[in-house]
């Protein structure tokens, strides 16, 4: 089966402190991606990463950034938290394969983030 | 773009049957289908693939207009374990999807 976890369940910070959430995966996967969810909102992509120092924006990458050294892992980077970033976080992964969209996304529990 | 799931919400007894449906207004590779339970990660159910197949999980199906970029999940004599919110996916290029809004269903004894 594959797993992806995540670092933390639950995790409180203070306004403008620097957040680090972590994923990783142990399917080598090629693709990762994180999203958040809100109420009403469903799920939306913040960033995603093909490859090992790749990464793309997402549809709303502003005020995080994301490192993806090795490619087991993938970590969301809050360079400043601000309260409007409070959310439930949410990391997948999934194998690229020549013909699109035949690889389903597998996700980990998740981060719930509380900003202060 | 979003894709528009419908309807937001559900509730049914046990045995009664149900459609979400998923509406994209861009052209799609494939519809992916995902459940989520309170608390948990989502958990992924089943992909269409562009070429308007239907696929089918037990009693859990689904079908993929590609012409109208639709695709709707169809489930049949619902059990207490339906319950949860699901998630249509769409792809438009690469492996990125797209998430709709998620249709809350409820399956009541």
């Known amino acids: 089966d594959v797993k992806v976890t995540q670092s933390s369940r639950y995790l409180v910070k203070r306004t403008g402190e620097k957040v680090f959430l972590e994923c990783v995966q142990d399917m080598d996967h090629e693709n990762m991606f994180w999203y958040r969810q809100d109420p009403g909102l469903g799920l939306r992509l913040i960033y995603f990463?093909?490859?090992?120092?790749?990464?793309e924006k997402g549809d709303i990458p502003e005020g995080y950034s994301v490192s993806r050294e090795k490619k087991e892992r993938f970590s969301l980077i809050l360079e400043s938290a601000s309260t409007n970033q409070t959310s439930m976080y949410l990391c997948a992964s999934s194998f690229t394969t020549t013909y699109p969209g035949n690889q389903p996304q597998h996700f980990g529990d998740g981060t719930r983030l509380s900003i202060l | 773009q979003q894709p528009v799931q419908s309807p937001q919400a559900v509730i049914l007894r046990e045995g009664e049957d149900a459609v979400i449906n998923c509406s994209s207004s861009k052209a799609l590779y494939s519809v992916h289908w995902y459940r989520q339970k309170h608390g948990e990660a989502p958990v992924f159910l089943m992909i269409l693939l562009k070429g308007g197949e239907q696929k089918g999980h037990d009693k859990i199906s689904a079908s993929f207009n590609e012409k109208k970029q639709q695709s709707s999940l169809y489930l049949t004599a619902s059990q207490l374990s339906y319950s949860g919110t699901y998630f249509c996916g769409t792809e438009t290029s690469g492996s990125r999807l797209t998430f709709g809004e998620g249709t809350q269903l409820t399956v009541n004894p």
């Open positions: 990463s093909y490859d090992v120092k790749m990464k």
